[in-house]
């Protein structure tokens, strides 16, 4: 669902102009990714430099304000299917649930169409009386008015629980989110300090195989983290107390580590175990579905092959017996079941009248044509007087032979063919099983990792022999503290 970001409040109208409308970026063969101004409130034409300045001579009616940039966005994931107008009418919505007055502030929407349908609004805190547009608490704000209109628009609200505060539509209130998943942001797992060379790369080594580990939504559990870490020679041990407070530390090597040691707390490394297992259900409850559309294409197919041959045959087909054949349910209002997958075919229902339909047709078609046959058989010869025959009994008597060597017995042909309804049926399973298949599941990350840990230092990722190698090469401080000293022959 829509994302509500508010930025830091800003001095320059001209520069945050000049990044939304992105002027000159965007050449002709790029037309539909070059930004879209929506509204204007008392504001006019199009050079960045020109709005800039008549925001900035508002912005001048209050010299006290030093910040007088409010800029807020609004971003849309494709996948949700919100249409455009709809979309538009969200952002206004924002706009009156975070105090900008149409009728007092100059304001400007502007549409990026680039990678996904997001909205800048840029407005100014200084209002026409003369006061100032409060930005305290702003995100917190536009997170809680994304929240109320989407409730109030009927909108999915799947978003709800990453937000501090959410609207209660019934008591026409906002109340702090007790389930949030991570209240108080997330964690930055930094990369550990140590002079000792040797101790460092062991646990740079363990830092990076976890956070690798954890990246991985199959590892959703203590012991299957265990598991992948063992893979890599690394000891992972765990205790859960009472609380379902979870301890961690790490053996690899010879070297012992506490998880806080590697800014990776046991609670820390628990909460993203437990994204991953919730991501890790989704998905397979995703394949699963699709797995199914799979196979009942299959069955579906079978059945309507089977239904075309029975109608074909002079026999009128009995849909939910056919499905039921193939190991489908069909309800009276044509809903297709199997396992845990519905869609509704209404086409079926065509598909039955026309079936029908050619059924009768052909069987009043077989009925003349019996009748016709039946008549040219039973006619006779002509046997003419006493037994003499005329030339015009002859030629009459050698076409009638003709004609009943050369009638067959006529056949039901219903002429129902397999691809008539066929493809439609099958078309509409394509269709959603591409729509779920384009569903991109989203992962909370309980935390972020520092950009100075690097994942891919190949030293940190060589096999066991090359890193005792690599050990041994270096006079470590470590090594010098358990290697017996020297005794040295003082000169005299």
Not at 12 to 25: D, H, K, N, P
Not at 433 to 443: F, L
Request: net charge positive; with cysteine; charged share 30%.
């Amino acid at each position: 669902m829509p994302i509500g970001e508010a930025h830091k409040s800003g001095s320059s109208f001209t520069g945050l102009c000049e990044y939304v409308l992105a002027q000159g970026r965007y050449h002709t063969h790029h037309a539909d990714k070059k930004p879209e101004v929506v509204s204007n409130n008392f504001i006019y034409g199009t050079d960045y430099l020109d709005i800039g300045k008549q925001f900035n001579n508002q912005a001048k009616e209050n010299s006290r304000v030093s910040k007088p940039v409010m800029h807020l966005t609004v971003n849309f994931r494709p996948e949700d299917n919100i249409s455009k107008s709809a979309q538009e009418e969200f952002v206004n919505r924002v706009i009156e649930e975070m105090k900008i007055d149409i009728d007092n502030h100059q304001f400007m929407v502007v549409r990026h169409n680039d990678k996904h349908p997001h909205y800048h609004i840029i407005a100014n805190r200084v209002g026409f009386d003369g006061k100032t547009l409060t930005d305290s608490n702003s995100k917190l704000r536009i997170g809680t008015a994304c929240d109320k209109i989407e409730k109030e628009m009927e909108l999915d609200n799947y978003l709800a629980d990453t937000r501090a505060f959410i609207y209660d539509k019934e008591k026409n209130s906002y109340q702090k989110n007790k389930n949030r998943k991570f209240n108080k942001g997330k964690a930055i797992v930094k990369r550990s300090r140590n002079r000792k060379v040797g101790v460092q790369h062991k646990k740079d080594y363990i830092q990076a195989q976890t956070i690798k580990a954890l990246q991985n939504v199959n590892v959703n559990s203590l012991d299957k983290l265990k598991a992948e870490l063992l893979k890599n020679k690394i000891e992972f041990i765990y205790t859960v107390n009472k609380n379902n407070q979870v301890g961690v530390s790490f053996r690899y090597d010879n070297l012992s580590v506490k998880g806080s040691q590697l800014s990776l707390k046991g609670n820390l490394i628990n909460n993203q175990l437990t994204e991953n297992a919730i991501v890790a259900n989704q998905v397979n409850e995703k394949l699963n579905l699709m797995n199914n559309i799979k196979q009942s294409n299959n069955r579906l197919a079978q059945s309507i092959h089977d239904l075309v041959g029975i109608y074909n045959s002079g026999k009128t087909a009995n849909l939910q017996e056919v499905f039921s054949k193939n190991g489908l349910i069909l309800s009276p209002d044509f809903e297709v079941q199997y396992q845990n997958w519905t869609v509704n075919l209404n086409y079926l229902q065509t598909f039955e009248t026309y079936c029908q339909t050619k059924l009768e047709q052909a069987n009043e078609k077989h009925k003349s044509q019996t009748e016709s046959y039946n008549r040219l058989k039973n006619t006779e010869l002509k046997k003419g007087f006493l037994g003499i025959l005329t030339p015009e009994q002859k030629k009459y008597n050698l076409h009638l032979l003709v004609q009943k060597e050369n009638t067959p017995e006529p056949k039901l042909d219903v002429g129902i063919k397999l691809t008539d309804f066929n493809k439609a049926v099958l078309d509409k399973l394509e269709e959603t099983y591409q729509t779920i298949e384009s569903i991109k599941i989203m992962r909370e990350k309980a935390f972020e990792v520092d950009q100075s840990i690097n994942l891919d230092i190949k030293s940190i990722v060589k096999e066991q022999s090359i890193i005792n190698e690599f050990s041994k090469s270096i006079a470590t401080p470590e090594d010098e503290e358990t290697q017996p000293k020297k005794k040295t022959r003082r000169r005299r």
